[in-house]
């Protein structure tokens, strides 16, 4: 057991304080006693300092209070956390958390990405569970995009379709026409069907091309790489308010 020298009584009130179970994740297995300010930092051995644990979780419990507090305790992974605010990636999640508590954010977002614990299984689950999901509900993966390790990966030959169906749009080329020029040269759609106009506007519509993820209507950085330059992206979305069309306009 690690740092496992709380005095016998204080194990005893905080085992039934936790109901015998984890204060984190409620498994009644492999039970240890954890030091929320460790002793290296002049943690007490009191049982306002002392927090039940299995095994698993005191091995990846954070030892900075804040983490510890408001994620470790509070979500069993990044994918919850995600989801609790209805954000996009753990560090979005991080940033409200901060919000909430008046603290600032890019000094626990340094804490956060050098603790251990935010590397573990138990935070990267959401991107795994995401990446599984892929296949069968909610996320597309975009044409010219492979989604690999919770990253977009640029597919090459994909790619250069997405660059060429932009810039025959810049040069003036109608939907229908890149459609028909698509379809002529037997280039296969994600589903590997035919294209059609739908699918052009789409592509022509959508910042993830651009290195952006588009959330319920609001623009996110992502970390995966563009395809197309930001402004000819803005250029093809004038345009196709020029001709007409509902056009997407983000703040970059
Ligand atoms: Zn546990």
Redesign the pocket.
Known sequence: MRNDDFPPPIKKLALKRANNR?E????EKDLEFHHITPVRFGGKKTLENCLV??H???NIAPSDIFLLKNIFLRFSSSKEMIHHYKVENEYEALKCICGEKGVNYEEIKQKFYHDPFSHTDAVKEGMKLRAEKIGHSGFNIPFGYDYKDGVLKILPNEAEVVRSIYSQYLSGKSLDEIVKMLNLAKIPTKRGGSWAKKTISTILKNPVYCGYHRYEEKLTRGIHNKIIDAKIYKEIQKLICEKGGKQKNYDF
């Open positions: 984890c984190r994740c409620w498994t644990f299995c698993n979780c005191h």
